[in-house]
């Protein structure tokens, strides 16, 4: 039963989130990568606590009984390489007949090239350690995202679950997930005290153009931390291989390809250079030492997990580049956030041509009014819907920039009560001034002219 329900659960499985605020290529780091870093842990935890990581031949007769405690001796302790291949009764270092160490203890403590083989017994907790290395970027954008308030899953749900619905319910919930936007929008792009002068103003639009103001009322807040994030993600792939040429001690860069080189020179198809299967241990027990061959069977799953590890590294790293490359392009060019809106703005007339409203354009739509913070979003909303959701979402957040800024220009008009003729029969109408007695045109509605400063923007 425990085997039929886990085959049923296999097509359950997926490699990626099912909402989500990042991309595949976030995705891949923080997501697949995690999975297969744990995968790996509980592979090599498994053979070294419940199967055999090392086998050790004892040859002493006096020494048979202790087979057990001598492999755990030895996987605890230092293992070498043969100094020769072709001599095999070739040792590191003599060993003393009187008490069985070092024949010279100084001379092997300072000596470093001796072949030890130290990385085999923290495989486990390397693993583990990638794991989280690569989810802690993940981790910051998380905690950055709940903070700004965008409130993405409950979006993408409220969308997904009115696909089907009738035309008002569906008009209802796009103007309510409009309405979350623009209200996103004011709260995420108040200026700050300083930047309520004309100065001001001027200089906050200065640092939005390079991305110098990251503050959460920026407007650039939630875009600059994905870049940083997506920025950590590259760090981080880097910093991998630097990590294992330290810990494996050797050069780990150019690994993959030295392991094919080896795969094809050798007919065995297995690489002892890097991953030796035999290494010789110093045991010494109670005035006692000799030196005892060692098979690291452990050593034959590590070099196939390594190599798999490299190849899957340089895909991250070159994948993880030009996601990072295609985000600054999309954030730092306003013409690619142009482009993007245009193309679902495009359905908003019949005829296919843009909308316009006086002054008010795309170009303004997507810089007054969006912002990086507004067009990052749709970004990202677009990743987790269609074209058809998108466009009817757009849609609706442009006819809202619209009424906002109708509302703004245009207030409600004033009633002016109008004088009683009783109160004013004893003057004069032929004694009244002239410019002050058109009252309809004092009461002509007038636009009320804005600063371009003065928008949510």
């Known amino acids: ?31 697949v990568t995690v999975y297969m870093f744990a995968s790996f842990a509980i592979i090599i935890g498994l053979k070294e606590y419940m199967g055999a990581p090392l086998d050790c031949w004892v040859t002493s007769q006096n020494w048979k009984h202790f087979q057990d405690h001598v492999n755990t001796y030895c996987w605890t302790h230092k293992l070498y390489r043969y100094p020769d291949k072709d001599n095999m009764s070739k040792v590191p270092y003599d060993l003393d007949p009187l008490h069985g160490g070092p024949l010279n203890a100084t001379l092997v403590k300072e000596s470093n090239d001796l072949g030890e083989i130290n990385f085999y017994r923290w495989i486990t907790v390397i693993f583990l350690v990638q794991a989280f290395m690569f989810k802690f970027p993940n981790v910051i954008w998380n905690e950055c995202n709940e903070y700004s308030g965008t409130q993405i899953e409950k979006m993408v749900t409220m969308i997904s679950d009115s696909s089907f619905d009738t035309t008002e319910k569906k008009n209802t919930v796009f103007a309510s997930v409009a309405e979350f936007l623009e209200t996103w929008l004011k709260i995420n792009r108040k200026p700050f005290w300083f930047m309520k002068s004309r100065v001001g103003r001027q200089t906050k639009k200065i ?34 291989f630097l990590m294992l040429t330290a810990f494996l001690d050797f050069n780990y860069w150019h690994y993959g390809i030295r392991a094919l080189q ?47 590890e490299w190849f899957w590294l340089f895909v991250l790293l070159a994948l993880t580049i030009y996601s990072l490359i295609k985000w ?36 303004t739509f997507v810089r007054d009014y969006l912002g990086n913070d507004g067009v990052f979003l749709l970004r990202i909303l677009a990743l987790n819907t269609n074209d058809v959701v998108m466009s009817e979402l757009i849609c609706n957040v442009w006819k809202r ?54 928008h949510i923007a």
Request: charged share 25%; proline share 4%.
């Open 1 to 31: 039963m425990k085997m039929e329900s886990l085959v049923s659960s296999l097509p359950n499985l997926r490699i990626r989130e099912k909402i989500r605020d990042d991309d595949t290529v976030d995705q891949l780091h923080h997501y």
């Open 207 to 240: 640092l939005q153009h390079w991305m110098l103001c990251m503050g959460a009322n920026t407007g650039n807040y939630l875009s600059t931390m994905y870049l940083v994030v997506k920025a950590l993600f590259l760090f981080n792939v880097i910093f991998q």
């Open 262 to 308: 080896i795969y094809y020179k050798t007919q065995e198809r297995k690489d002892i250079t890097h991953f030796p299967r035999v290494a010789l241990c110093h045991f010494q027990a109670r005035g006692q030492g000799t030196w005892i061959q060692c098979l690291l069977t452990i050593n034959m799953l590590l070099e196939k997990l390594f190599v798999v």
């Open 328 to 363: 600054l392009t999309r954030i730092l060019r306003t013409e690619m956030s142009i482009q993007f809106i245009i193309k679902y703005l495009s359905v908003f007339n019949d005829d296919g041509t843009l909308p316009q409203d006086g002054k008010r354009t795309v170009l």
């Open 401 to 454: 920039y619209i009424d906002y800024h109708n509302k703004a220009a245009w207030p409600e008009p004033v009633v002016v009560k109008e004088p009683d003729p009783s109160e004013n029969m004893g003057v004069d109408a032929m004694e009244m001034d002239p410019l002050t007695s058109n009252t309809d045109k004092d009461l002509e509605k007038v636009p009320v002219l804005l600063n371009n400063d003065e």
